[in-house]
Nanobody, 122 residues
Framework: QVQLVESGGGLVQPGGSLTLSCVASGSIYSINAMGWYRQAPGKQRELVAGISSSGHTTYADSMKGRFTISRDNAKNTVYLQMNSLKSDDTAVYYC????????????????WGQGTLVTVSS
């Protein structure tokens, strides 16, 4: 069974930093694009940042310069370094994998983690 598990969320003061991790586990052969999304209370889920298998990155405009996405393909792990956090960054952060190819040759599309809560508050 393939799954994504996020960690690293928690309470942080405005201006602080936090690093999220997402590990993909199971019988995985490869993962193409991965990304982080977030959903604040009462709002729709939105893209935070994405990264291709080769390391090309994209960011939502409001995160540029503050957030950094990276990945370790050998560990099937994607990270999100968040700096200069604001109260508006409070949300549940979800990890996403666009396509996961399993060792058995199956292709799993749009695999999501369960989310990790980030609360920015003094």
């Amino acid at each position: 069974q393939v799954q994504l598990v996020e960690s690293g969320g928690g309470l942080v003061q405005p201006g602080g930093s936090l690093t999220l991790s997402c590990v993909a586990s199971g019988s995985i052969y490869s993962i193409n694009a991965m990304g982080w999304y977030r959903q604040a209370p009462g709002k729709q889920r939105e893209l935070v940042a994405g990264i291709s298998s080769s390391g090309h990155t994209t960011y939502a405009d409001s995160m540029k310069g503050r957030f950094t996405i990276s990945r370790d393909n050998a560990k099937n792990t994607v990270y999100l370094q968040m700096n200069s956090l604001k109260s508006d960054d409070t949300a549940v952060y979800y990890c996403n994998a666009g396509t996961i190819t399993t060792l058995g040759g199956d292709r799993l599309l749009e695999v999501w983690g369960q989310g990790t809560l980030v609360t920015v508050s003094s």
